[in-house]
């Protein structure tokens, strides 16, 4: 049989499944300077003076005022915030994992009762606006004695993270085969022994994802922080774009310079982990 050697070449496909063509490109390159654009602005208004600024707020900085971030850095408090934002986001990252954890392995991997109910419970809570907890919240931890410290604050960004993380991890582990836990139990193994040295090995980069994400959360929350903290000294880095307003006026040099140092770890993690947490998310969405 004759080959036709002037046939049209196939469109390479991508591993996922879709065809890489030049209108997916020019999309996405479209869609990184969408994200980008905002971010290299903030990067040049840190650079450059109030008078700068106001008369050149998009373009390339005349005058580099590198003193903007070591005056941010002071006038914000920004080390001691950094230190209080380290605490709390780890407390949070923890406590997500060990309320979000066990209860996503019973609902993906156990029979339990009123699975269907309790899910949708969680969508319905999810759904809810936090500010309506403020109030009630507010009243319970000056009762509770919560009011100014860095626990009460972990414990409320740990409730507000559970719902969502419960459902992200149950989407991701129901994906993991379930003749791995019958074959362990079959050799005797106890339920604790099957969740943690079968599912848990197999189900880090789903709480993973679940980590940077309550993380992340945490780490750039305000309006929890300006209302059950009064202590300046307990105040975490994202509040520190309150000490850079003089009266009515505001410092847009310094809270751009800020705004890159309050930017940089995260870009610097993201940058660290990244396959991590696209095949976590893409591990969980696809599954269930």
Known sequence: MAIHTDAPARERVHPGGS???????????????????????MVFNSLKSNYEIGANPLGFPTSF??????????????????LNTVVVVSG??????????????????????????IENYLYFVISLPVQMFIVPLFFLWVQLGLIDTLFGLIVIYVALNTPFSV??????????????????????????????????????????????LSGLGAYSELLFCVTFL?????FPVATAFLNFSQGYAQNYGLVNAAGVILLAPLVLLFL???????SGLASSGVKG
């Open 19 to 41: 065809r890489r063509t030049p209108v997916s490109y020019l999309v996405l390159v479209l869609l990184a300077l969408f994200a980008a654009l905002p971010v290299l602005v």
């Open 167 to 212: 459902l992200l991890l149950r989407t991701f582990l129901i994906g993991i085969p379930r003749s791995l836990d019958e074959a362990a139990r079959i050799d005797g193994a106890s339920e604790w022994r099957v969740a943690t040295r079968i599912v848990l090995p197999l189900s880090l980069p789903g709480f993973l994802t679940v980590g940077l």
């Open 92 to 117: 949070t990252i923890a406590g997500t994992w060990l309320c979000a954890g066990p209860a996503a392995y019973a609902m993906a991997r156990l029979d339990l009762p009123l699975r269907r109910g």
């Open 230 to 234: 009064s202590d300046p000294e307990l």
């Open 272 to 278: 660290a982990l990244q396959r991590r947490f696209i």
């Open 65 to 82: 005022e590198f003193a903007n971030f070591v005056e941010a850095w002071v006038q914000g408090n920004m080390g001691r915030g950094l």
